[in-house]
C-alpha cells in the first residue's frame, strides 16, 4: 500500500471516529451545565487526539514518503489510543446519563 491509499482509509476511519465523537458529545448537551464542566478535561484531551493524527494524515499527504511505516506506526498508535479513550469516556458517562 502507497501513501496516499493509506492516508484515504485512515481518513476514512477518522471520519467515522469523529461523527461517533459529535453523536457522543451531542448526548451530553442534556447534562446540567455543571456535570458537563467536569467533562471538559477527557473532551479535550480527545479533541486534541483527533487534531494531532489528523496533523500527522496532513504531513503524511504533503511528504508522501516512499517509506512511511514511521508515520504508519505512530498515525495506527495514537489511534488505537483514541479509540480507547472514546470507548472509556462512553462507558463513563453514557452509563450515567
Known sequence: MDAPYYCEAV????VGLKARL?????SLDSMP???????YPSASEIHAM??????????????CPREFSAFQQEIEAKTTD??????SF???????M
Not at 483514541?82 to 470507548?87: E, G, V
Open 82 to 87: 483514541l479509540k480507547q479513550k472514546i470507548r
Open 90 to 96: 462512553e462507558a463513563a458517562h453514557l452509563k450515567s
Open 22 to 26: 459529535y453523536d457522543l458529545f451531542s
Open 11 to 14: 481518513n476514512a476511519e477518522m
Open 33 to 39: 451545565p455543571s456535570e458537563r464542566e467536569k467533562l
Open 50 to 63: 483527533v487534531r494531532e493524527i489528523s496533523s500527522k494524515l496532513n504531513q503524511l499527504r504533503r511528504e
